[in-house]
T-cell receptor, first 119, second 110 residues
Framework: EAGVTQFPSHSVIEKGQTVTLRCDPI?????LYWYRRVMGKEIKFLLHFVKESKQDESGMPNNRFLAERTGGTYSTLKVQPAELEDSGVYFC?????????????????FGPGTRLTVL | RKEVEQDPGPFNVPEGATVAFNCTYSNSASQSFFWYRQDCRKEPKLLMS???SGNEDGRFTAQLNRASQYISLLIRDSKLSDSATYLC???????????FGKGNQVVVIP
């Protein structure tokens, strides 16, 4: 079974430009998450989709970030306009719906990430 | 205050030795606890869940101390392939957001 895939693997853009990151979750996973790791910091939650609906977007840093999941399949995360502090690794994760095997947690499977560099 | 605190290390460990490290979490409403493993420039992968009673998976033992709000991981008989960053992760009651620590970098030396 294919895992979570992300595209592109790397992106280098200039400040002020727009970048769109894509995530394809594991087939059948209703839950899709975006996380980000800025250099020197811990991985931080950005937002959570259940199917096409935003369940929790409390981690989105500002309105330059727009996430969509039309049709409840793949998701895109657009940064417009990009700033220097947006550089980092953007991870996508997906999980099944319903109660998990271990105390209600359904494991979140991570994609390989997109490494974004804003110059 | 950060939700999850970890001493990043690195922890340089001779092959075959035992290494232990822990993390602390700040929110007493935290409900679920995990150790994730992340290899260099790779994605995090679930290593094991952590239960109050303590749990073991082969050479790995995890413990949770709710009273003191810390989680520990012990690796016995370290292998070169254990070299990685070990991320302490918690979930707060009522949501699915993973809160990560910075990670403990382990380097197993031949």
């Amino acid at each position: 079974e294919a895992g979570v895939t992300q595209f592109p693997s790397h992106s280098v853009i200039e400040k002020g430009q727009t970048v769109t990151l894509r995530c394809d979750p594991i087939s059948g996973h209703d839950n899709l998450y975006w996380y980000r790791r800025v250099m020197g910091k811990e991985i931080k939650f950005l937002l959570h989709f259940v199917k096409e609906s935003k369940q929790d977007e409390s981690g989105m840093p500002n309105n330059r970030f727009l996430a969509e999941r039309t049709g409840g399949t793949y998701s895109t995360l657009k940064v417009q306009p990009a700033e220097l502090e947006d550089s980092g690794v953007y991870f996508c994760a997906s999980s099944q719906d319903g109660a998990g095997m271990t105390g209600g947690y359904n494991e979140q499977f991570f994609g390989p990430g997109t490494r974004l560099t804003v110059l | 205050r950060k939700e999850v605190e970890q001493d990043p290390g690195p922890f340089n460990v001779p092959e075959g030795a035992t290494v232990a490290f822990n993390c602390t979490y700040s929110n007493s409403a935290s409900q679920s606890f995990f150790w994730y493993r992340q290899d260099c420039r790779k994605e995090p992968k679930l290593l094991m869940s952590v239960y109050s009673s303590g749990n073991e998976d082969g050479r790995f033992t995890a413990q949770l101390n709710r009273a003191s709000q810390y989680i520990s991981l012990l690796i016995r008989d370290s292998k070169l392939s254990d070299s990685a960053t070990y991320l302490c992760v918690v979930i707060r009651n009522g949501n699915n957001r993973l809160a990560f620590g910075k990670g403990n970098q382990v380097v197993v030396i031949p």
